[in-house]
């Protein structure tokens, strides 16, 4: 278990852009505030999506295409450092006109209205490393 306390700072309240893209938007904004670790929600609609879901025996993502729009449910994520950039991890929960919902880690969403809680937390920056028992990119310290 890897574990680090880091301090809130700034709490920050964003209306998004319409038509942009959701992950990109978060990720130019932790450039631009220079956030280097953090915590989000997010709640709106989308206009369409990419969702995928991680085969643990594969190791590799499966991508889905939501193509019809969609109520934004639940999204939460995180920022971290990646290969030396604020790096966005979200995951979502949609719901289409029948209230059905589907979800999964956050590939791209055109975003049709969408607001977003970002919290900047400081300290040490959290920093991802391929981990090679999971294929994954985790926090390594
Ligand atoms: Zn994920």
Redesign the pocket.
Known sequence: MLVRELKRGRSLLVRLDHGADLVNQISELAVDESIHTGAFSVLGALIQAEI?F?DQESHEYSALLVEENAELVSCTGNVSIREGKPFV???VVLADSDGKTTGG?LLHGKIFAAELHLIELLGEPMVREIDQTTGLYLWSG
């Open positions: 995928a991680y991890h979200a995951h880690h």
